[in-house]
């Protein structure tokens, strides 16, 4: 199998079976484990995964000393978990769950990593995102915006970029972080973005993909955070996107997993973070086009192969009826920012409106042959095989795998096809919105209760 038809997503039969060997071959020679011998599971051990979730969020009141700063990050990675594997959590959970956020809420705005810690933007993140996640009134309205709002400004750095905490570092984590609780919770304006996409646009580099800080090294994590607040501050278009598409593609290894950066091992967690990156560029085919210097009237491969097919709930292909007309352009610099903010449009919610136009760019069928071979556990994630499970792999490769499944679609709305879901079709786990990594249907509900607040 060549690495060409690897990267074009254009296996032939004898091609997948040839990925699925060299996903054996690592996972017997490289990390040593017992060969797999005859059967091949491929399937998503769903019950097996919620259990082990729902019994961890029961004890985190108890057991999670060791990682007692980032509490709000286990509360998102189990529920976010939970949510794409279709399920929910009991009211009894769900109540503790908010009184829990609440009181890691700062009385000046934002989340801290526990009760009584100061507020720091990566679990202001979490905790804004696991309370979208479990959705409803007491949750939605018991996120301080007003005081959130304060705490991001107070946050801002001269640079245009953000500072995780008071006194602590400035990266695009953080601006990443900042950027997209103000879009979900609809208190992003021009103070917040002034001078955000100069940081960031600084940050990219000779490799393609996206530092944490200017002059260091391109890393997946790093990318996907510049990336995303790129794009919900409508100035994607700053970014050298052929590079960073070129960058990202060569990330995924002959295993099937993505690397977070150059000559590093594969790891599940790069499911997400490198997967989505991808998807999200599959939405910015225009602006990838015009970089390149490509007539408007090119046909860049545009078409997912999808195309205009939907499913029905067997996961059978049938036509879809007829849709009405999208608008497929990407808004320009000149028509957003002051405009948009002013105006209460949401960047966040106009793009995964808009149908994706451009194939997978990478191969997304090796991508799930690796998640579900080589970092499935009889219940969670790891991030590969030789280490444990533990709940921010499981968040993200689950999140991982939900990209794969539905980076085919044109639309977002629409289930996909059995042929892009590996394994049974009841594997199919719920889309995100790739620019927060929240359940679609929760985001979706997170955009009205906030569009009218
Ligand atoms: C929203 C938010 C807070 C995003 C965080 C993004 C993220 C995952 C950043 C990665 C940071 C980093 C340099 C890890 C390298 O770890 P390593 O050296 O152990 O791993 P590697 O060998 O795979 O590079
Ligand atoms: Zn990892």
Redesign the pocket.
């Known amino acids: 199998m060549t690495r060409e038809n690897l990267m074009k997503g254009t296996t032939s039969q004898e091609d997948q079976w040839t990925v699925q060997n060299q996903c054996f071959r690592i996972y017997e020679i490289v990390y040593r484990l017992p060969p797999q011998a005859q059967s091949i599971n491929f399937e998503v051990l769903r019950e097996n995964h919620i259990e082990y979730l729902t019994e961890s969020l029961k004890q985190l009141g108890r057991n999670f000393y060791v990682l007692d700063a980032n509490r709000p990050w286990l509360c998102y990675w189990i529920i976010q978990s939970i949510a794409l594997l279709g399920d929910c959590v009991d009211d009894k959970l769900e109540n503790g769950l908010i009184d829990f956020l609440s009181r890691c809420q700062d009385q000046d705005g934002g989340y801290g990593g526990g009760p009584g810690q100061m507020p720091h933007l ?1 679990t202001t ?1 979490a905790a804004v995102n696991a309370l979208i996640t479990v959705g409803g009134q007491n949750s939605l309205s018991s996120i301080n915006r007003e005081k959130l709002y304060n705490f991001l400004l107070r946050m801002k750095d001269a640079s245009g970029g953000f500072r995780m905490h008071d006194g602590g570092e400035v990266d695009v ?1 953080a601006c ?2 900042a950027i ?1 609780v103000a879009s979900v919770l609809n208190i992003l304006d021009d103070r917040l973005i002034q001078n955000v996409g100069d940081y960031i646009v600084s940050c990219q580099t000779y490799e393609g993909g996206i530092a ?1 800080e200017p002059c260091s ?1 391109a ?4 990318t ?2 510049g990336l995303a607040a790129m794009v919900l501050i409508n100035e994607a278009d700053r970014l050298n996107l052929p590079e960073l598409l070129n960058w990202v593609m060569f990330r995924q290894g002959i295993e099937g997993g993505f ?3 150059t000559n ?2 594969v ?1 599940g ?2 499911s997400f ?1 490198q997967g989505a990156v991808a998807a999200i560029i599959q939405r910015l085919h225009v602006t990838v086009k015009k970089q390149l210097g490509l007539p408007d009237t090119f046909e860049l491969d545009c078409s997912t192969e999808s195309g205009n097919e939907s499913s029905d709930d067997d996961g059978e292909e049938v036509s879809e009826g007829s849709s009405s007309p999208v608008d497929i352009s990407e808004p320009t610099k000149g028509e957003s920012l002051s405009t948009s903010a002013a105006m209460g449009l949401n960047n966040g919610y106009d793009f995964i409106k808009r149908p994706t136009g451009m194939k997978p760019l990478f191969n997304s069928m090796a991508l799930q042959q690796y998640i579900l071979l080589c970092t499935q556990e009889e219940a969670g994630f790891r991030d590969k095989p030789g280490k444990r499970r533990d709940h921010y792999h499981t968040c993200y490769v689950l999140s991982g795998l939900s990209v794969c499944q539905h980076c085919n679609k044109r639309d977002a709305d629409s289930p996909p096809l059995s042929r892009d879901v590996m394994g049974p079709y009841s594997n199919l786990v719920e889309p995100v919105h790739p620019l927060h990594n929240i359940v679609l249907d929760k985001y979706y509900e997170a955009h009205m209760f906030f569009a009218r607040a």
């Not at 890393?219 to 790093?222: E, P």
């Open positions: 990566a993140y984590r990443y972080t997209s944490g090294e890393h997946g994590g790093y996907f955070c690397q977070g950066r590093k091992l790891d967690c790069y973070w």
